[in-house]
């Protein structure tokens, strides 16, 4: 399995980005994507989840209403859209995956980790 993460940059405040998760490897569509962050000096945090199967969503507080998880299956990708971006959302994300789940919120539980990409809120 593999999962390979994109689209990260620099964005003014207030802005939007896409990041996007290729997944590869999968026999079933029965696991979760994930995404997480990780900021400078800080732990690892849980952003957002997504069923594969089923497609339901789930978004940490801090990101409701302003972060959108979707899916493409016939392009095995997920894709995290950020909006209404803060600088405080400046992390480098990762993409995760955990099989026989319909979410996955906890690092611990994770069974494998794409590459991060760096997410830069700045003016």
């Known amino acids: 399995v593999q999962l390979q993460a994109s689209g990260g940059g620099l964005v003014q405040p207030g802005g939007s980005l896409r990041l996007s998760c290729v997944a590869s490897g999968f026999t079933s569509d029965n696991y979760a994507i994930g995404w997480f962050r990780q900021a400078p000096g800080k732990e690892r945090e849980w952003v957002s989840s997504l069923s594969v199967s089923e497609g339901d969503t789930y978004y940490a507080d801090s990101v409701k209403g302003r972060f959108i998880i979707s899916r493409d299956n016939e392009k095995n990708t997920v894709y995290l859209q950020m909006n209404s971006l803060k600088p405080e959302d400046t992390a480098v994300y990762y993409c995760?995956?955990?099989?026989?789940?319909?979410?996955?919120?906890?690092?611990?539980?994770?069974?494998?980790w794409g590459q991060g990409t760096q997410v830069t809120v700045s003016s």
């Open positions: 995760a995956a955990e099989e026989g789940t319909i979410v996955v919120v906890a690092t611990i539980h994770v069974d494998y």
